[in-house]
């Protein structure tokens, strides 16, 4: 139901966009967040948006340098992704939840996952 795509090979510094397209005609009604996750480490909040889109949050250790975003005509959420750094290298998850949260058990929905990765 979820397809995240855009990651790829970025030198530091650089920028990526990931995009997560849904399936279904409610996606406007959930709530959706990006998470990820690094080798060898656990899976980590990394933004949240409102069904509607007009709330938004990030962890810190990315705020200022990511910006998520929604197109509900396009049943797609967005992570732009600025600055990048070596440690923002991981695979990224798009999650679909009835709750606005940043914590995992708030998504019960989960797409496959894309990868960046980041040169120093």
């Known amino acids: 139901q979820l397809q995240a795509s855009g990651g790829g090979l970025v030198q530091a510094g650089g920028s990526l966009r990931l995009s997560c397209a849904a399936s279904?005609?409610?996606?406007?009604?959930?709530?959706m967040g990006w998470f990820r996750q690094a080798p060898g480490k656990d899976r980590e909040f990394v933004a949240a948006?409102?069904?509607?889109?007009?709330?938004?949050y990030y962890a810190d250790s990315v705020k200022g340098r990511f910006t998520i975003s929604r197109d509900n005509a396009k049943n797609t959420v967005y992570l732009q992704m600025n600055s990048l750094e070596p440690d923002d290298a991981a695979v990224y998850y798009c999650?679909?939840?009835?709750?606005?949260?940043?914590?995992?058990?708030?998504?019960?929905?989960w797409g496959q996952g894309t990868l960046v990765t980041v040169s120093s």
């Open positions: 279904g005609l409610t996606f406007s009604s959930y709530a």
């Open positions: 999650a679909k939840g009835a709750h606005y949260g940043t914590t995992q058990n708030a998504y019960p929905t």
């Open positions: 948006i409102s069904w509607r889109g007009g709330s938004t």
